[in-house]
């Protein structure tokens, strides 16, 4: 039974926009729940790293790289997490996950299929 599903992602063109969801159930979906949950992405080549993080009392970071133009939000009641993204870049170009960062700092996280996003002209 599959319990983390993200989607949403897709070829665009620079300046473009999508929205990545990432939908949890089941036992992840209780997980979800109670704790912050990211979205992650990893480029060829490239370490996963996180790029934005929305907490249970709705506080929100983001990284650097996506400030202004990527917006993360949850909707609590369907264990879904969304990120909007706008103005995209080449360089978003990634395959992106969400997760729950407290445990993949634990190495008690496993990942998703992920959704690819490529940001080309």
């Known amino acids: 039974q599959v319990q983390l599903v993200e989607s949403g992602g897709g070829l665009v063109q620079p300046g473009g926009s999508l929205r990545l969801s990432c939908v949890a159930s089941g036992r992840i979906g209780r997980i979800f729940s109670i704790n912050a949950v990211g979205w992650y992405r990893q480029a060829p080549g490239n370490e996963r790293e996180l790029v934005a993080t929305?907490?249970?009392?709705?506080?929100?970071n983001y990284a650097d790289s996506v400030k202004g133009r990527f917006t993360i939000s949850r909707d609590s009641a369907k264990n879904t997490v969304f990120l909007q993204m706008n103005s995209l870049k080449p360089e978003d170009t990634a395959v992106y996950y969400c997760?729950?960062?407290?445990?993949?700092?634990?190495?008690?996280?496993?990942w998703g299929q992920g959704t690819q996003v490529t940001v080309s002209s």
């Open positions: 997760g729950v960062p407290l445990l993949i700092g634990l190495g008690r996280w496993d």
């Open positions: 929305i907490f249970t009392d709705g506080s929100i």
